[in-house]
């Protein structure tokens, strides 16, 4: 950095694009001060300050200079001085990166406060309690966040005070008690830090700023941003900002408030106001607030006022804004603002209420809506009967239908669920701690706190079930239980329902039934019709224009005719993987195929070849209608071995035991000599796929065969069959040729013998990195690719994808090795450069060389924008998915 580098910048000075340098919360505010905005005034310190140092361990030499020539205009701007003993300027610092990141790093309030500028502030508010008390919540949140005191042991000191006045409220603390708050906090900070609590303001000022920094590396910030993908070296910036305070009286308050409602999208006014508080205490959902609309009642002019610029905000920003604001004496000030977190159900409503509203067009409407978003509202529900019992209704806060044990701590929730358990995690309201617990949890109740509260706010950040505020249940997490109003007692353990779109909950387990969404793509629901829902009329909206832009197509993995025709409902353009190994896992077939591979002989092989072939034949007949008129491709048979031979450690022992019982059993004996003949080590790596074809004589053409039967008998009852033969695994190009060219004699014979030109697309799936590589070559026999991105994810990396995932990666995500299983997303880097050589080569020797991808990750959000960019026709992924690939293909395709 050269020293003319700026690391501070004034409200007035940046804008609402300059996040990456300002933060989302530094650029707003901005943006707020430049519409001429209520802001109080502040300036940010920039996001690269924190990078230099946490990347340096100290600050930058200009930053102090900088730092103080801001504070010097903001002191002029409010006419006080930071920490004045006759009349302070009190300023908060705030953290504030790029992404948001609710609650998890740090906000230090009332800094500027010591022993004599107490005084002032008594004096200038005309209140000597209200002065106490920003004293104590200084030292309080200074001691916990930038002198790293344990926060329980204020917590204790200040119920003690409380106690000893017979009182739960803090509110019945006057200013005499909070002085002696005050005093037991700086003994707490003496005690623990073996300095007095600083007196100097500016002091106070330089260590918040640096522990702000520090937060962005705190335990649960780096969880957070693992979970949220946001890369870990962005940094967050600070906004020092002049204070402006609700807790002066009831004529004060502070209050969140959202332009539409988070959790449905409808208009009007929602949000959460509490008199006579300070900041977070709404946030953390430590006392119960009132709805927003009560605020016309209790101070009509400032409800005025916020309404009137929460419709500038949101007409300024074409979005849904969510805002912190404070009312101080009757006069409004606005502390925050961003494009607001809303639930999936409430994103595609608003995104189409705003194209109604000539907001945004259609396209953007997409762009704003996301596939992990539309497989939420895929999501089960639940429904009336079972033996579940209701026990209370809190608030609907993040939708879902969670069942799981209940858990009373973070701890256990995570505890028990790596131990395969699901589990609901309960609380009386949440903190930032509680990250981890909420992550390993179906779903989280608490019984304090609104809709803004930080259970809510998270929990719908994270798509997860959310019931808050069930204020009727008392919990009890020291003892592990809560009492419903009935006297129900609920222990740890127990299993609870909770409904995230009704906030009711039940003891016990409350069935199920298919999301609405679901109940449309699958044709029960028709989207115009006058009583449809929004969200469904939303999703078809949204759908339908993501298909009219896309350029891949979308097609399915599918192995059952039940499977492809629902895939086809969903909106599948044919089958794009139908792995014809899972037709032979019947107890029926397996046999066959064991004989098939033990075969002793030409003739038990064909015997076994001879009973499969007709069942083969009646699987793709029935595929083929499902899928009449769009492309079916079939692949030929990929089981690692093991999967269809007796296990040879069970065969091994029941022969030893019908020896020992002098019993010996011939025929066991010669198949435990066989399978112990082809037994593998490594089964993955092993006789599978193309070599399989080539080592059993008559296998491949077998199938090859069933498939042109069928697809000649669907013609001739009038379908319109359009089969795709696929090769699996194949490494080099005379793998293929040889397989080719079997089947094309097959093809020839069928077609000769009932009369009709049946002519499939040859093609091999590129999964071993060698085919890869070779693709030129190999297209030179393949009229078609179709990535196997699970075993080329699994070849590349060296990663057994039957084990790593329980084995290690835990591990490996937490050291940040990958941010996301590359079996989840695609890594672009390593398998994604395959995959682009791969389609280069193979359309450089065939330029109508069709180009798929069938492994997992063709259902996955950011695989399908990488599969678009490097031009392939089409992705396929299980039914499910497809709805989720469409719109991301159109997604990617704007
Ligand atoms: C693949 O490897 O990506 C693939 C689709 O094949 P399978 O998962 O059946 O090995
Ligand atoms: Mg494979």
């Not at 937490?814 to 590359?822: A, L, Y």
């Not at 960019?869 to 396929?876: A, H, K, N, Q, T």
Request: net charge negative; hydrophobic share 40%; glycine share 10%.
């Amino acid at each position: 950095m050269t020293s003319a580098t700026t690391w501070v910048y004034d409200f007035s000075e940046g804008g609402r694009d300059q996040k990456d340098l300002l933060g989302g919360k530094g650029a707003n505010l901005a943006e707020m001060t430049n519409l001429g905005l209520p802001v109080p005034p502040g300036f940010t310190i920039t996001t690269d300050a924190c990078r230099y140092y946490l990347e340096h361990g100290g600050t930058p030499e200009e930053l102090d200079a900088q730092v103080t020539e801001h504070l010097t205009a903001l002191e002029k701007a409010m006419g006080k001085t930071l920490g004045d003993p006759a009349d302070p300027l009190l300023v908060s610092v705030r953290s504030g990166a790029a992404a948001s990141m609710p609650g998890m790093m740090e906000t230090v309030l009332n800094v500027g406060l010591n022993d004599e500028s107490v005084q002032g502030l008594a004096a200038q508010a005309g209140s000597e309690r209200f002065a106490w008390d920003s004293y104590r919540r200084l030292i309080q949140m200074f001691g916990k966040t930038v002198l790293d005191i344990d926060g329980e042991l204020f917590d204790d000191a200040f119920d003690a005070v409380k106690r000893e006045l017979g009182t739960e409220s803090d509110l019945d603390l006057d200013a005499d008690h909070l002085r002696d708050v005050v005093g037991r906090f700086k003994a707490i900070v003496r005690d623990r830090t073996g300095r007095d609590f600083p007196q100097d303001p500016r002091e106070q000022m330089d260590l918040a700023i640096n522990a702000v920094f520090d937060s962005w590396n705190s335990d649960r910030a780096v969880i957070y941003r693992r979970r949220e993908r946001i890369p870990s070296d962005a940094g967050t910036a600070v906004n020092v900002c002049a204070m402006v305070f609700g807790n002066l009286g009831m004529d004060s308050g502070t209050g969140v408030a959202f332009t539409r409602d988070p959790g449905s999208g409808a208009q009007g006014v929602y949000g959460d106001y509490l008199q006579n508080a300070q900041g977070e205490d709404v946030v953390a959902g430590i006392r119960n607030t009132v709805p927003l609309v009560d605020l016309e009642k209790i101070d009509a002019d400032a409800y005025g006022e916020l309404m009137e610029i929460m419709g500038r905000l949101e007409s300024h920003y074409r979005d849904l804004c969510d805002i912190e604001f404070t009312v101080e004496r009757n006069k409004l000030w606005m502390l925050q603002t961003r494009v607001g977190k809303r639930t999936a159900a409430a994103a595609f409503v608003i995104a189409t209420q705003l194209v109604d509203e000539g907001l945004i067009d259609l396209d953007e409407a997409v762009r704003r809506v996301t596939g992990d978003q539309l497989a939420q509202l895929m999501f089960p529900r639940f429904v009336a009967g079972g033996n579940a019992r209701e026990l209370t209704q809190g608030m609907n806060a993040s939708p879902g239908a969670a069942v799981g044990k209940a858990v009373f701590s973070s701890e256990e929730a995570v505890r028990w669920q790596q131990r395969g358990e699901q589990v609901v995690l309960v609380r009386r309201e949440t903190n930032p701690d509680d990250l981890s617990g909420m992550i390993a949890a179906e779903g989280v109740l608490t019984s304090r706190g609104g809709k803004t509260s930080h259970a809510a706010v998270v929990a719908r950040g994270m798509g997860k079930t959310c019931v808050c505020g069930a204020e009727e249940l008392q919990v009890d997490t020291k003892a592990k239980k809560f009492t419903a109003p009935d006297g129900t007692v609920v222990g740890e353990g127990d299993v609870i329902s909770i409904d995230g779109s009704t906030g009711r909950v039940w003891l016990g387990e409350v069935p199920v039934e298919p999301s609405a969404v679901v109940r449309y793509f699958e044709g029960e629901i028709d989207p115009g019709a006058a009583d449809t829902d929004d969200v469904v009329r939303s999703v078809h909206r949204i759908l339908t224009h993501a298909d009219r832009v896309r350029r891949l197509d979308v097609r399915t993995n599918a192995d059952t005719p039940e499977d492809s025709a629902r895939a086809r409902r969903f909106g599948a353009q044919g089958v794009g993987l139908c792995r014809t190994e899972h037709m032979f896992l019947g107890s029926d077939r397996r046999k066959l195929v064991e004989q098939l591979i033990l075969a002793d002989g030409d003739d038990e092989r064909q015997r076994a070849l001879d009973a499969l072939e007709p069942l083969q034949k009646q699987d793709f007949l029935e595929i083929f209608e499902a899928m009449d008129g769009l492309p079916v491709t079939v692949r030929l048979l990929d089981p690692p071995l093991h999967e269809f031979l007796p296990d040879l450690t069970e065969l091994s022992v029941r022969v030893a035991l019908a020896e020992e019982r002098g019993e010996p059993d011939e025929g066991n004996l010669r198949l435990l000599a066989a399978v112990r003949g082809m037994h593998e080590s490594n089964p993955m790596l092993g006789l599978r796929g193309v070599r399989l074809g080539l080592v059993v004589p008559g296998l491949f053409a077998m199938q090859v065969r069933a498939i042109a039967e069928a697809a000649c008998e669907r013609k001739q009852a009038g379908g319109d069959p359009r089969p795709e033969i696929m090769i699996p695994l194949v490494g080099a190009v005379q793998e293929l040729e040889a397989i080719r060219e079997e089947a094309q004699r097959v093809l020839e014979e069928v077609c000769r013998d009932c009369g009709l030109d049946v002519q499939p697309l040859i093609g091999t799936m590129i999964e071993v990195p060698r085919a890869a590589l070779t693709a030129g070559e190999i297209a030179g026999s393949a009229e078609f690719f179709s990535f196997g991105t699970n075993d080329l994810t699994q070849m590349t990396w060296g990663f057994s994808r039957d084990d790593v995932e329980a084995a290690f990666f835990h591990q490996y995500l937490d050291k940040g090795i990958f941010g996301i299983s590359p079996f989840e997303s695609l890594d672009r880097d390593g398998v994604g450069r395959l995959v682009q050589i791969a389609a280069e080569a193979g359309r450089a020797a065939r330029p109508d060389l069709k180009l798929g991808i069938c492994g997992e990750h063709g259902g996955d959000p950011d695989s399908v924008h990488f599969f678009h960019e490097v031009g392939l026709d089409y992705v396929s992924c299980s039914p499910f998915r497809v709805p989720v690939a469409r719109l991301e293909a159109g997604r990617a395709a704007l």
